[in-house]
């Protein structure tokens, strides 16, 4: 079988603990954010990657292990082409200015989605800041860019099928899983989306099955380490039964099985 260090939730009861291990968030809002000041929407981006380093710390002093953030959906090519050419500028200068600081602070970085259609200086430098940071493991932080949770589900069934054609009897949800771009983390334990929109606008679709979901109407310039308390003392308070019942949750220790 695959050596899949991370179980799907829907095979097996994980494990939960108080503070979520992994959190996805949907930065959305900056725009709006801009707009209300009278200022262009880029200028909400700019902005955006400030609350973002306040997060990173966040996370960091709160025990979380793995923050991923959509930066770039598959569908803003959509946008104006002035804007996608501002936030692929803000992507490479960002990363040209904090790799090293991630790195210092013992911070693995990765990007996920589809890099095919950026630029190949912006890839390379992508590509240098995930191998500089390989070796870190105090916190994990993911990007994606140019991703879709559907482009993601594809690939990995395009690249399973094609790595096993004489496959009759279709694949399991371990060996799809460990095919999609985040295979190295478990599941995310609590989603955030600021900007007030309550939709998933094909983020992480598969890994998204039983995590918590919290929308905020905090633009995402404005969202910083209070605010994430916020989000994780929701968390804290929802009861995650993965199919089972409110009394078997309060009865039996049955946690971390499917009993
Ligand atoms: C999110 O903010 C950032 C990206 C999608 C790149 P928006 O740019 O979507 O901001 P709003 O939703 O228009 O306010
Ligand atoms: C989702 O935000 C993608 C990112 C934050 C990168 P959008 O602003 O693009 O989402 P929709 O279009 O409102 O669903
Ligand atoms: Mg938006």
Same mark, same amino acid.
């Given at each position: 079988m695959t050596g899949r260090r991370f179980r $799907? $939730?829907?095979r097996e009861i994980p494990e939960v603990s108080a503070v979520p291990r992994h959190i996805a968030i949907i930065m959305d809002g900056n725009g709006r954010w801009a707009r209300k000041r009278l200022m262009p929407r880029v200028a909400g981006h $700019?902005? !955006?990657?400030?609350?973002l380093r306040s997060v990173i710390r966040g996370c960091i002093e709160q025990g979380v292990e793995y923050l991923t953030v959509f930066a770039f959906s598959s569908?803003? @090519?959509?946008?104006?082409?002035d804007e996608v050419s501002f936030l692929m500028q803000l992507f490479l200068k960002s990363l040209q200015k904090e790799v090293a600081r991630l790195h210092d602070n013992g911070i693995r970085f990765r990007v996920i989605g589809d890099l095919a259609r950026f630029d190949p200086h912006l890839v390379k430098v992508i590509r240098e800041a995930e191998v500089l940071t390989a070796g870190n493991t105090r916190f994990n932080l993911t990007v994606a860019a140019n991703y879709g949770?559907? @482009?993601d589900i594809l690939d990995a069934m395009s690249r399973l099928m094609a790595r096993h054609p004489e496959r009759r009897d279709g694949f399991s949800e371990d060996e799809l899983a460990s095919e999609l771009s985040m295979s190295f983390a478990p599941e995310p334990d609590l989603f *955030?989306?600021?900007? !007030?929109?309550?939709? *998933? $606008?094909?983020?992480l679709l598969w890994q998204l099955a039983y995590t918590e979901l919290f929308f905020t109407d905090v633009l995402w310039p404005d969202f910083d380490a209070d605010a994430l308390a916020d989000a994780i003392a929701s968390y804290q308070g929802r009861e995650r039964r993965f199919?089972?019942?409110s009394e078997q949750?309060?009865?039996a220790p049955g946690q971390g099985s499917d009993a």
């Open positions: $799907s $939730s829907t $700019s902005r !955006g990657v400030e609350a569908e803003n @090519w959509r946008r104006p082409q949770g559907r @482009w *955030i989306r600021t900007g !007030g929109e309550k939709r *998933i $606008s094909n983020f199919g089972r019942t949750l309060n009865s």
